[in-house]
C-alpha cells in the first residue's frame, strides 16, 4: 500500500494559478460595466485593454482545452535501445496507452483500435485508471475487447480502478492479461518478452518479488500506474528494460515552457511526460504517458498543451538505435 502523499506545494500553486484567472476576469468585468453600465461611458484605454486582451485569450484557451484538444490524439514514437536484443532483430513494438478515464459517452475510445491497429504492435500494455463512473464501464470494455483482438494486451489498476464495477471484475472476459506483482511472457521474432505489472494499492515489495522472479535472458518490461522508478530494488534496476507508468496525464493542464501544473506524484515535476532514459539516474528507461481521458470527479474536463497520447515504443538493439 503507497503512503498518503503530501500535495500541499502543488495545490497552493494551482490555487495561484486559479486566482490569477478570476482576479483577471474581475478586472475584465470590472472594465466592462464602467463602460457600458455607468451613465458615464469610460474610454477603454491602457491597463484596461490588455485586462480585456488577456480575458478573451483565456476564454479562447478554455473553449479549446473544453472541445478541441481532448479530443486530438497525439500519436507519438520512441525508439529505446537495450542490448538484450541481438544485432540485427527488427525490433519489438509497443503501444503504451493509460488513464482512458471513459465517460458513459465515448471521446475518442471509438477511434483507439483503428489507430493502434495501424501501428502493428506487438502488443499493447495499459497502465491503469479504465473509467470514471460506472457509466463509462461499457465504453472503456468495449475499447478493451476490441484491443486485445489486435495484439497480446496486458493490464494493471490505476488508483481510479477498484476490483469490481457494476457486480463484476472490470478486466473479465475482455481476452486481456492483468498483471499484479505477477508477470507474463511472449515471444516476439524470437525474443523473449517478459512483463512484470503491479496493481496501484498493492504492497510495493511485489514489484522486486515479481522482477526477481524472471528469467535471466529476455526482455523484461514493467507496468506500474504512477511514474515512481524507486519501485524497482536498485539491485534489479539493470534487468528492466522499460518502465511503462501514466497517472500524471502530463499536466493535463500545462503551460507553454513551464509544463504540468499539477502532478499528484510524489516526485512533483520529475517525471511528468515522455522518456527519461535512465529514469533520472534509476538506471533504466521510464516513459510516462500523458494519457487518453481526463480526470473525474470535480475536476474540469480540459486539457491544454497536453493532447491525448497513443505511445508507440521501439525497443530495439544498439545498431538499430538510428
Not at 473509467?131 to 461499457?138: D, H, K, R, T, V
Request: some cysteine.
Amino acid at each position: 500500500m503507497l503512503p498518503p502523499m503530501d500535495y500541499t506545494g502543488e495545490l497552493l500553486q494551482v490555487a495561484a494559478f486559479v486566482a490569477l484567472i478570476a482576479i483577471t476576469f474581475a478586472l475584465a468585468a470590472m472594465v466592462l460595466a464602467r463602460r457600458y453600465l455607468t451613465s458615464k461611458r469610460t474610454p477603454i484605454r491602457g491597463w484596461a485593454r490588455i485586462v480585456l486582451a488577456l480575458a478573451a485569450i483565456g476564454c479562447l484557451c478554455f473553449e479549446y482545452g473544453r472541445y478541441v484538444e481532448p479530443r486530438w490524439l497525439e500519436t507519438t514514437h520512441t525508439r529505446v535501445t537495450t542490448s538484450r536484443l541481438p544485432a540485427g532483430h527488427r525490433g519489438v513494438r509497443i503501444v503504451h496507452l493509460s488513464d482512458i478515464h471513459s465517460d458513459p459517452k465515448p471521446l475518442v475510445e471509438e477511434r483507439l483500435p483503428t489507430r493502434i491497429a495501424d501501428l502493428h504492435p506487438d502488443l499493447i500494455v495499459f497502465t491503469g485508471d479504465c473509467a470514471n463512473s460506472e457509466g463509462g464501464m461499457p465504453v472503456f470494455r468495449q475499447l478493451f475487447a476490441d484491443l486485445a483482438k489486435i495484439a497480446p494486451t496486458f493490464v494493471v489498476r490505476g488508483n481510479w480502478d477498484p476490483r469490481e464495477r457494476q457486480g463484476i471484475d472490470i478486466f473479465a472476459g475482455l481476452g486481456v492479461a492483468e498483471l499484479d506483482g505477477s508477470s507474463a511472457s511472449i515471444d516476439v521474432a524470437g525474443a523473449r518478452v517478459h512483463v512484470v505489472g503491479l496493481a496501484h494499492q498493492s504492497p510495493s515489495r511485489r514489484m522486486g518479488e515479481a522482477i526477481s522472479a524472471l528469467p535471466a535472458d529476455g526482455l523484461a518490461i514493467v507496468l506500474n500506474h504512477t511514474p515512481y522508478p524507486d519501485l524497482v530494488p536498485p539491485l534489479l534496476a539493470s534487468r528492466v528494460d522499460l518502465m511503462c507508468a501514466g497517472h500524471v496525464h502530463g499536466g493535463q493542464v500545462a503551460l507553454p515552457f513551464y509544463g504540468a501544473i499539477l502532478t499528484l506524484s510524489k516526485f512533483g515535476k520529475r517525471f511528468e511526460r515522455g522518456l527519461y532514459p535512465t529514469a533520472d539516474g534509476f538506471g533504466f528507461p521510464l516513459y510516462v504517458s500523458r494519457g487518453i481521458g481526463m480526470e473525474g470527479g470535480t475536476a474540469l474536463r480540459v486539457r491544454f498543451c497536453s493532447r491525448p497520447e497513443i505511445a508507440l515504443i521501439e525497443l530495439v538493439p544498439p545498431t538499430s538505435a538510428n
